[in-house]
């Protein structure tokens, strides 16, 4: 972005997530373009406002969106190494998805978009595959009736741990058979 239209855009993420505060995808914009003009503790401070007007908390999908952005501003300041560790990663996309699930499942992402970002990030970025795995318990828990948390868990298991750990996975969310 040229360096005379980034205010222009922030003042547009602005006047976009105050007209429309429900909106998941402005608030995202709202956090990005902070961080692109302002840095992290500004992008932050946008967040925490999100998260303290409420306006997110009747959707989880909506929510995800504004915590997808937030995981990917920890993510680029732990790329760029700004002073930033794996554990500050790693806490975020914990946080986020604990904050999700806070929120009524009814209204969850069906494709889990936060969780797969998030656990992309603790996998791929931060390198943690421990960390991963207890996330992936965290979701498989949380979506018990989610037949894709479970195949990408178990999925994640055959590329990082032990078949049997996947087979497990795969009867754990296998619906029960009706006789």
């Known amino acids: 972005m040229r360096p005379r ?16 505060p429900w909106s998941g995808k402005l608030w995202a914009h709202a956090i990005s373009t902070t961080y692109s003009v302002s840095g ?8 925490y406002y999100a998260m303290s007007t409420h306006a997110l908390e009747y959707s989880m999908a909506e929510y995800s969106l504004a915590a997808i952005a937030l995981i990917d501003m920890a993510r680029l300041e732990f ?7 794996s554990a500050d ?10 904050t999700a699930y806070s929120l009524p499942i009814e209204t969850a ?16 970025i931060a390198k943690d595959i421990e960390a ?7 979701v498989c828990r949380a979506r018990r009736s989610s037949a894709e948390a479970w195949v ?11 078949v049997a750990n996947a087979r497990s996975l795969y009867r754990q969310g296998a619906p029960a058979q009706t006789r």
């Open 40 to 47: 992290k503790h500004e992008a932050l401070n946008v967040y």
């Open 109 to 124: 992402d069906p494709m889990l978009r936060l969780e797969r970002y998030s656990l992309f990030v603790t996998a791929a």
């Open 152 to 162: 990408l868990a178990a999925d994640f298991e055959t590329a990082h741990g032990s």
């Open 79 to 85: 790329q760029l190494n700004r002073g930033t560790s």
């Open 89 to 98: 990663l790693l806490s975020t996309c914990t946080s986020c998805i604990t």
């Open 132 to 138: 991963t795995r207890g996330l992936w318990t965290k």
């Open 5 to 20: 239209t980034k205010p222009l855009a922030l003042d547009l993420a602005n006047k976009g997530r105050s007209n429309c």
